[in-house]
């Protein structure tokens, strides 16, 4: 079989379309009102600005904080490759969805009832909260695995780019008006602490419970799937085989790896503004509202681009926007010295934040679900996002170079530029999936593909 490199690409514009699936309509509404209502439940609960904003209030020291959001990622990342295992051998996914989405937001209910009755006992409450995020997010981990695969079997993958901009750019008109809610409830104005914080972790769970309807809607076509579920002894195997032979994947994964550098700052863009910038609390409202708008614009810019150019080109434009949020850290309060335009002007880092974010479906993730063949991608999709996992521990290291530091800010965030840089590389050598499944002859097989060598 000739080399990918002795034919010419065929532009994305012109590769042939897919018939739609059954229910398509249906389906990408219901899909797009989960992007919507879960983005705004997150727009309340607000992992970056309230979350912080809430355990710094309780005493929460900088270091705990990163822990948590090692924690809160860890949670997320590393059951989907069990979840992979157990779901290879299910037709249908969505039960096992609901199963999970459930438990995961029924947790904020109860972060939002304790946050009123255990006000008065800040360390136990904090210990709390951070097993309830944590709950939240292994449930919501879980549940993604199977969720990837029901959007993926759902929405071809030249609409994939208008789905999750539509639904983003629903999360970020609904998440503005959040932010505005948010800035009110915490301000002056709105009830006192911890009222405050509970009624946000209400609302946030109130959005969760539609988020959970709209999934409950989808009509979903069986998979095809192996007889059974492979026991470890024979998934193990087989995973290694496919990390193997699949040379571009192992590319893929190098360079996400890289790009999780970014988390090293995560956590810390707030407890920056409110610790050094001393700006004040009520101001995560205002930056939640401007990453919305950072989310909204980067929606429909990356929609746009996976759509005509693909998820390669998506995934390289965002490795250097997320590389702006810690540089723009450092220079605007270098920039800015009044603290009335400093604490608009810092929200620019939010709103690259809340960007960086809304292109990693539309890029990363997409690009797995473009590359896997179907019978295979939970598993890719499990591998992927559980070897990502690693990364969870840099929030945490994040928090010991500020903690060793001196919380030396500027070390922490030039540190994080740098190194989400060094995934570009890395990326500008994985093919783009598109252009290789519609080149003649088409491998059966992703591991085909990688024998063949890069496309130019």
């Not at 900088?62 to 490759?81: D, N």
């Not at 919380?407 to 590389?425: D, H, K, M, Q, S």
């Amino acid at each position: 079989m000739p080399s990918t490199s002795e034919r010419p690409p065929t532009p994305l514009s012109t590769a042939p379309t897919e018939a739609l699936p059954a229910h398509y309509r249906r389906n990408f509404l219901c899909l797009a009102s989960d992007f919507g209502l879960f983005g705004l439940g997150m727009a309340f609960l607000g992992s970056g600005t309230v979350i912080p904003s809430f355990l710094m209030t309780l005493g929460a020291s900088a270091s705990l904080i990163g822990f948590l959001s090692t924690m809160q990622r860890a949670g997320w990342l590393l059951p989907q490759l069990p979840t992979a295992r157990y779901l290879t051998s299910q037709p249908l996914k969505k039960p096992h969805i609901l199963t999970a989405a459930a438990i995961s937001r029924l947790s904020l209910l109860v972060l939002a009832i304790l946050t009123t009755t255990l006000a008065q006992h800040s360390n136990f409450l904090i210990a709390i909260t951070c097993l309830v995020l944590a709950v939240f997010s292994t449930g919501d981990g879980i549940a993604s695995t199977g969720w990837f695969d029901v959007l993926s079997k759902a929405i071809p993958p030249q609409r994939r780019g208008r789905l999750t901009s539509t639904g983003q750019i629903l999360s970020g008109v609904l998440g503005f008006v959040a932010g505005g809610i948010v800035e009110t409830i915490l301000s002056e104005r709105g009830p006192r602490f911890p009222i405050n914080y509970a009624l946000l972790f209400l609302l946030a769970f109130a959005c969760m419970v539609g988020s959970f309807i709209a999934i409950s809607l989808i009509v979903e076509r069986p998979s095809t799937t192996s007889s059974k579920m492979p026991s470890w002894r024979e998934y193990g195997p087989q995973l290694w085989h496919l990390l193997r032979e699949d040379h571009h994947f192992r590319t893929y994964l190098v360079a996400r790896q890289i790009l999780g550098l970014s988390g090293l700052a995560l956590p810390f863009y707030m407890t920056y503004a409110l610790e050094r910038l001393h700006l004040p609390a009520h101001v995560s409202g205002r930056y939640t509202s401007m990453g919305v708008v950072g989310s909204i614009i980067a929606a429909a810019i990356f929609g746009w681009l996976n759509e005509h150019h693909g998820t390669k080109r998506a995934a390289i434009v965002s490795i250097f926007i997320t590389a702006a949020v810690p540089l723009l850290a450092l220079l605007i309060p270098r920039v800015v010295t009044t603290e009335a335009t400093l604490a608009w002007a810092y929200g620019l880092v939010f709103f690259a934040l809340n960007a960086s974010m809304s292109c990693y479906l539309p890029a990363w993730t997409a690009y797995v679900l473009e590359w896997a063949p179907e019978e295979l991608r939970p598993q890719y999709i499990g591998l992927a996002n559980t070897l990502s996992g690693i990364t969870a521990i840099f929030s945490t290291v994040g928090g010991l170079i500020l903690q060793w530091s001196g919380e030396n800010y500027t070390l922490l965030f030039t540190i994080t530029a740098l190194g989400t840089l060094l995934a570009v590389p890395f990326t500008t050598r994985i093919p783009e999936p598109r252009l290789v499944k519609h080149q003649d002859n088409q491998p059966s097989s992703r591991a085909e593909v990688s024998a063949l060598g890069e496309e130019p």
